[in-house]
């Protein structure tokens, strides 16, 4: 490679596969110096395809444009736009505009790329298999590997690429009708078998594609594991005849498929590189396979262009697109498992349905939608009882006796900043303090110790003495006086075998230097064998001791005057361990079996909500997944839950993780709150989502797709404890939902920045 060009002059470049990414890859890299020798592999023949139209979004087209002209005016020429969306379910067709799309049918995208690659000199090898990478690799300067999402390439070298390929739980099939649709069309049918999903675009005057989807348990009891593809077509046409206005459903080879999720460690090895779904797929319901691809191909050959060493281009190649394809990804993985859900949403009203779908991503949220259709966001609203001129975000919300002024929970946080023996002191008191004057509906304390041995760090608040009660007094009377129409929750727990460690940052989960106390668990494993200690695991008699700190600190909870209280049975703290099979081995009546597992928890909250005040609202925190092998899983979440709305918890708060130490969470904006959805809409339980939620946009969406009731909110009150006040302001919203306390009122617009009064410049002379 050239250091003065960055290219790679005369080199030899072979790619492998010729669909859409790698024969723009070809034509980029041809056109970008013609002394490149350029051959693309391609097994099937010219005219074969698999599918039928293809999206691609303004701002792919946007990178095309910039990069090759040509392709992008022979793409212009051909492809069909529309800017709507069509949610039909139950007899309600509910149309979102503002979308923008652009779609063309795969085989004239594949022939018009075939006539660019042939007028450049592009080297064409139809129906013939590609050599291996590494014979390629000996006598090429660069291998490009898009040979699709079941790489050759790939699995020959997954030692080095360390592909992980997870296959999802629904079936779906490629066909096409023809007619073209008036929008993008997501058509819900309830059958006897369950709830279908089609979804379809048009790429022509006369074509669309249609994808039929399923769940894998809808899909086996339509029978069409067990019956040939056109019979089971044939089903689909009939099902959806009023989508496609009665006219059959063609196939091209088509087949019912799983979606399988690639991802690589690496993408590339020694002078081999991966392209499009050989490194990378997401789901088609955002509409990102051939996007991901072309974009692929674009920063490829840019990073070819500015790099003067071949290592350097393929590092910078990878740095440039993993975080976008990740993102993309997480995207797709969200829309994909709202799919696999769909029947827990059936019921919702037409338009909280139709919203929801169209939010499903996580990329389009409220704000964004009502950019695009304000009308439709209106009608949504109007539906859902939310009043003119009021975010989703500022509405109230009643649990049992207590009504919130809005949405907004600041979710408990260990603050680790009480004295020696527990007592919360003036930090506590400014801390939440402030947090109530700053307009969040509820305001929760950190996890409060039930016990001395029950406490996380020597640092942290507890409820079991007559001093703590007092000191608690004081933050609650402060919030009640200045805050007033704010509520406080405290949250009781008992670390379990997580306790006796350092302060967060002189070490997290590291134990004490000195000082340690012993710790109790449901059964002895240490949170890290050879690094925490082993716990003692309670007795039938001990549990009833605990259980009974449980209820004492409750009492005094109410005497305090807490509006809330929560029950933390998450994290890995005690009741938590014996939730999760992963930490509870026991084998008696406390072990065993979900049931058996819940039996301690539930005997806690039993005994506390039998000393809490009616009219006061008790709820759980629970990890809803352990996001470890063999832990609990998110169907496992819905049967806890269940099990404490059969009790009596007004809702449930849900978190995931931080149970064993060698979790491997899915990180990602509002990761957790699926979790949280899923519990809602089943067990049909108000629930608290928790998790990365870090804008009021979040908030507004999630609260009026029915996918949370309440959002809780960490880090962000960290770093602005007005934040919920900063939200109305941000929105022109000054209701009662968002009151600011009479001293900050001044405080209520943003300050000027700098002088706006200026002339405005109107003329540009030239020289």
């Known amino acids: 490679m050239s250091p003065e060009t960055g290219a790679l002059p005369g080199g030899r470049i072979a790619v492998v596969g010729g669909g859409p990414g790698g024969l723009y890859a070809a034509v980029l890299l041809k056109r970008l110096d013609p002394a490149r020798e350029v051959t693309v592999w391609e097994r099937n023949a010219p005219d074969d395809t698999f599918g039928f139209g293809v999206v691609l979004s303004d701002e792919t087209l946007g990178g095309i444009e910039q990069a090759d002209p040509v392709v992008h005016e022979a793409l212009r020429r051909e492809y069909v736009r529309w800017d709507d969306i069509d949610i039909v379910h139950r007899g309600h067709t509910l149309t979102s505009g503002g979308h923008g799309f652009a779609a063309i049918g795969r085989r004239r995208l594949l022939q018009l790329l075939h006539d660019r690659c042939r007028e450049l000199g592009v080297r064409l090898r139809f129906r013939t298999e590609a050599?291996?990478?590494?014979?390629?690799?000996?006598?090429?300067?660069?291998?490009?590997?898009?040979?699709?999402?079941?790489?050759?390439?790939?699995?020959?070298?997954?030692?080095?690429?360390?592909?992980q390929l997870v296959t999802h739980r629904c079936r779906y099939i490629w066909l096409s009708a023809d007619l073209a649709f008036g929008a993008f069309r997501f058509d819900i049918a309830e059958t006897a078998y369950g709830v279908l999903q089609l979804h379809g675009y048009p790429y022509g005057e006369r074509s669309s594609t249609v994808i039929v989807e399923a769940h894998e348990d809808v899909w086996r009891r339509a029978g069409w594991d067990a019956c040939p593809v056109e019979q089971s077509v044939e089903q689909c046409a009939k099902i959806f005849a009023d989508a496609l206005g009665g006219r059959p459903l063609r196939s091209n080879n088509s087949a019912w498929t799983a979606f399988r999720t690639v991802t690589n460690a690496r993408w590339s090895h020694g002078n081999v590189v991966l392209l499009g779904d050989a490194a990378h797929t997401a789901h088609f319901s955002i509409g990102s396979g051939t996007k991901l691809a072309v974009e692929d191909a674009l920063a490829l050959a840019a990073c070819l262009e500015e790099h003067s060493t071949l290592p350097g281009a393929l590092a910078a190649y990878e740095a440039e697109r993993r975080p976008v394809v990740e993102s993309t990804q997480r995207a797709a993985r969200a829309s994909l498992e709202w799919f696999e859900n769909l029947a827990q949403y059936t019921?919702?009203?037409?338009?909280?349905?139709?919203?929801?779908?169209?939010?499903?991503?996580?990329?389009?949220?409220?704000?964004?939608?009502?950019?695009?259709?304000?009308?439709?966001?209106?009608?949504?609203?109007?539906?859902?009882?939310?009043?003119?001129?009021?975010?989703?975000?500022?509405?109230?919300?009643?649990?049992?006796?207590?009504?919130?002024?809005?949405?907004?929970?600041?979710?408990?946080?260990?603050?680790?900043?009480?004295?020696?023996?527990?007592?919360?002191?003036?930090?506590?008191?400014?801390?939440?303090?402030?947090?109530?004057?700053?307009?969040?509906?509820?305001?929760?304390?950190?996890?409060?110790?039930?016990?001395?041995?029950?406490?996380?760090?020597?640092?942290?608040?507890?409820?079991?003495?007559?001093?703590?009660?007092?000191?608690?007094?004081?933050?609650?009377?402060?919030?009640?006086?200045?805050?007033?129409?704010?509520?406080?929750?405290?949250?009781?727990?008992?670390?379990?075998?997580?306790?006796?460690?350092?302060?967060?940052?002189?070490?997290?989960?590291?134990?004490?230097?000195?000082?340690?106390?012993?710790?109790?668990?449901?059964?002895?494993?240490?949170?890290?064998?050879?690094?925490?200690?082993?716990?003692?695991?309670?007795?039938?008699?001990?549990?009833?001791?605990?259980?009974?700190?449980?209820?004492?600190?409750?009492?005094?909870?109410?005497?305090?005057?807490?509006?809330?209280?929560?029950?933390?049975?998450?994290?890995?703290?005690?009741?938590?361990?014996?939730?999760?099979?992963?930490?509870?081995?026991?084998?008696?009546?406390?072990?065993?079996?979900?049931?058996?597992?819940?039996?301690?928890?539930?005997?806690?909250?039993?005994?506390?909500?039998?000393?809490?005040?009616?009219?006061?609202?008790?709820?759980?925190?629970i990890s809803a997944t352990d996001w470890a092998a063999g832990g609990t899983t998110a169907e496992d979440a819905v049967e806890i839950a269940r099990a404490f709305a059969v009790h009596g918890a007004d809702a449930v708060d849900v978190s995931t993780g931080q149970v064993v130490a060698d979790e491997q969470p899915a990180f990602g904006r509002s990761y957790q709150t699926p979790f949280a959805d899923r519990i809602r809409n089943v067990v049909g339980i108000p629930v608290i989502a928790v998790g990365a939620i870090s804008s009021w946009d979040d908030v507004n969406s999630l609260v009026l797709a029915g996918r949370a009731d309440l959002c809780a909110l960490a880090r962000p009150h960290l770093y602005d404890p007005h934040w919920t006040l900063h939200a109305a302001a941000e929105q022109g919203y000054s209701g009662r939902a968002a009151p600011w306390p009479a001293p900050y009122r001044a405080g209520s617009r943003t300050p000027p920045t700098g002088r706006t009064d200026g002339p405005k410049q109107r003329l540009s002379l030239g020289r």
């Open 131 to 163: 050599p291996p990478a590494r014979v390629l690799a000996r006598d090429h300067d660069l291998v490009i590997a898009a040979d699709g999402v079941h790489s050759a390439t790939r699995d020959a070298h997954a030692d080095v690429f360390r592909p």
């Open 347 to 621: 019921d919702q009203p037409p338009h909280r349905f139709a919203f929801n779908l169209l939010t499903r991503s996580r990329r389009v949220t409220h704000d964004n939608l009502r950019l695009r259709d304000p009308g439709f966001v209106a009608a949504v609203e109007a539906e859902a009882g939310v009043e003119p001129g009021t975010p989703p975000m500022f509405t109230p919300f009643t649990l049992a006796g207590l009504t919130l002024r809005n949405r907004v929970v600041v979710s408990p946080m260990d603050m680790y900043s009480a004295g020696p023996d527990g007592t919360p002191g003036d930090f506590h008191l400014v801390h939440l303090g402030a947090r109530a004057l700053g307009g969040a509906g509820l305001v929760m304390t950190e996890m409060v110790c039930v016990s001395p041995e029950g406490r996380i760090t020597p640092a942290c608040t507890g409820l079991y003495a007559p001093e703590h009660e007092a000191a608690w007094r004081r933050v609650t009377d402060f919030v009640h006086t200045s805050a007033p129409s704010a509520a406080i929750g405290v949250q009781l727990g008992h670390s379990g075998r997580k306790g006796s460690t350092r302060l967060m940052w002189e070490g997290i989960d590291q134990p004490l230097p000195e000082g340690n106390w012993p710790l109790v668990a449901a059964s002895a494993l240490p949170y890290r064998a050879g690094v925490n200690q082993v716990p003692h695991a309670l007795t039938a008699d001990e549990l009833a001791g605990v259980r009974e700190d449980f209820v004492r600190a409750a009492e005094r909870a109410a005497r305090a005057g807490f509006d809330l209280l929560e029950l933390h049975c998450a994290h890995g703290y005690l009741l938590s361990g014996f939730l999760s099979p992963l930490t509870n081995l026991r084998t008696d009546a406390y072990g065993g079996d979900l049931d058996g597992r819940l039996r301690f928890p539930l005997e806690v909250f039993d005994a506390v909500r039998a000393v809490w005040p009616d009219g006061r609202p008790m709820t759980v925190r």
